[in-house]
């Protein structure tokens, strides 16, 4: 099944071409992006599940050399910002996370064709951002279980949705500060 249509002076055929009623092209790489958002999507859940059914909150379990598990219910944001702010900042971030993950979807199907770190990042972004999402709406909370370390010194707990924001932001940096050319 093909479809053709003109795009300004475009002419734009073939399956890549198919869309929705008055919308442009969904473009094909888009679908690969928004594939590699679910699997850090499904491969965060997996892993929260995982150490919910077999730690108890609070508990530590040693890796290696300054890495731990431990089981935290995180309510606030990323490093538990706002994390004792009484319960209003979970509908906050509820908001913030719907807004930004269909900003990005919305980007990556009239964009996704463009293989840019920009695009990796916002989609590594967009993983994370549903991953949490996923956590506050079910749980009220976002579990958190990577705890890194210094002798008496610990990082905030992280899980693996925080790892992609993190990652997808840092890249969003490096694209930014890179020259245009």
């Known amino acids: 099944m093909t479809a053709e249509h003109k795009i300004g002076q475009q002419k734009i055929g073939g399956p890549e071409a198919l869309r929705h009623p008055g919308t442009g092209p969904v473009p094909t ?3 690969r992006w928004l594939m590699l958002a679910v ?12 150490v919910r059914e077999t730690l108890s909150v609070h508990e530590i379990v040693p890796i290696a050399p300054l890495l731990n598990l431990t089981l935290v219910h995180n309510t606030g944001a990323a490093f538990s910002f706002l994390n004792d702010a009484g319960g209003w900042q ?13 900003g990005i979807v919305v980007w990556l199907l009239r964009h996704g064709d463009e293989r840019s770190w920009y695009t990796l ?3 590594l972004v967009l993983g994370g951002a549903v991953g949490n999402l996923c956590d506050r709406l079910t749980l009220g909370y976002v ?3 990577i705890d890194v370390y210094y002798q008496g010194w610990h990082w905030p707990a992280f899980n693996v949705a925080d790892s992609a924001i993190s990652i997808g932001a ?10 245009s050319g």
């Open 29 to 31: 790489r888009a679908w």
């Open 39 to 50: 699997a850090i999507i499904v491969l965060d859940q997996l892993t929260k599940m995982a």
């Open 90 to 102: 979970r509908w906050l971030f509820i908001g913030l996370a719907f807004a930004v993950s269909a």
């Open 121 to 123: 990042a916002l989609t």
């Open 143 to 145: 579990i958190d279980f």
């Open 170 to 179: 840092a890249l969003l940096l490096v694209d930014a500060l890179k020259p």
